[in-house]
């Protein structure tokens, strides 16, 4: 597995009636896969995220649309970015990604993490728990997870979960790759050098050098060889041809959410737009390699929140970002 260049699906919020609204993810993904994307994302979510919508605008299901998408495709990788491990039973998990790598043809990967929307917790009954509780389960659930992937038949007695000889059958390989997804210096990237193939580091850009000292830090207290890790960025692209719409597409996305960016000083608004990369192709490429890959990061999984449901938009990304990361 190598995932240099990704694109994730961030919202479902197309103005469009909701017999319209798949085709369109379809499309999307389609356009990606065309343009020389890796991999296709969409969140493990039930209700719209702060900072990018209301929690009642539109969010599908992850997996029943993943498997839908591996219908419609033939060759990207797909995945949730990232799946909540609260949300799911850690053997149904890996059965329910192991069937969407036999329905695309050993193209799936179990992207994970341990789950941080309190909302979405309280309002479906699920039990959110303290920060060290969602840490646990994770690390308990990576324990099943990863062995039923490999054809194994774990038995397990954890203090959240329980197993006895848990099958899983059929898979169509014994590889599917596993990404941790978060930002957490000593929980998510000690998981990660445990169990995992792919990090997608969340943070600031700035924080990159640091973030990638302690996986280094991670790997070797693991006996892990760090080389072996894979990591990526998850970023906010803002992108047009004319670098100036792509501009005002940020400041409307942003006054959406009660932000003004003419009314913030220069600290502030670096600090709300530093995962933002916006402009004109050449600028956002620029951008992206000096703030993340040339720090060290392997590659790139994007978003483009505010127009990736037009037709070409996503192809203009992948064209323009793709070079970067060959």
């Known amino acids: 597995m190598s995932i240099r260049l990704g694109y994730q699906i961030p919202n479902f919020s197309y103005g469009t009636p909701v017999k319209d609204l798949f085709p369109t993810v379809i499309r999307q993904v389609r356009e990606a896969e065309d343009a020389g994307f890796d991999a296709a994302f969409v969140m493990d979510h039930f209700y719209q995220l702060p900072g990018i919508g209301e929690p009642d605008e539109p969010m599908l299901?992850?997996?029943s649309a993943l498997s839908a998408l591996a219908t419609a495709t033939s060759r990207i990788q797909l995945s949730a970015l990232v799946t909540g491990n609260t949300y799911r039973n850690p053997p149904m998990l890996a059965k329910t990604v192991t069937t969407l790598d036999v329905v695309s043809g050993g193209r799936a990967v179990l992207g994970i993490g341990a789950g941080w929307f309190e909302l979405e917790h309280r309002q479906f009954g699920w039990e959110f728990g303290t920060f060290t509780d969602r840490f646990e389960r994770l690390d308990e659930a990576l324990q099943i997870i990863e062995p039923m992937l490999r054809g194994q038949r774990p038995t397990f007695d954890g203090k959240w979960y329980h197993t006895e000889n848990a099958m899983n059958e059929p898979r169509i390989r014994d590889d599917l790759p596993i990404m941790l997804g978060?930002?957490?210096?000593?929980k998510t990237f000690a998981l990660a050098a445990r169990f995992a193939q792919h990090l997608n580091i969340i943070c600031d850009p700035?924080?990159?050098?640091r973030k990638l000292e302690a996986l280094d830090q991670r790997c070797a207290e693991a006996g892990r060889d760090r080389s072996t890790l894979e990591t990526s960025f998850l970023g906010f692209v803002m992108i047009d041809e004319n670098g100036d719409r792509a501009r005002e597409q940020q400041r409307a996305f942003l006054r959406r959410r009660g932000i003004d960016l003419d009314t913030l000083g220069d600290k502030e608004r670096a600090a709300v737009t530093a995962r933002q990369f916006v402009g004109d192709p050449d600028q956002v490429a620029a951008d992206l390699k000096t703030r993340v890959l040339d720090p060290g990061v392997d590659g790139l999984i994007i978003n483009l929140v505010t127009?990736?449901?037009?037709?070409?938009?996503v192809d203009l990304a992948g064209r323009t970002l793709r070079k970067l990361v060959d």
């Open 307 to 313: 127009n990736g449901h037009q037709p070409g938009v």
């Open 182 to 186: 978060g930002s957490g210096e000593k």
């Open 206 to 209: 700035a924080d990159l050098p």
């Open 61 to 63: 299901e992850a997996y």
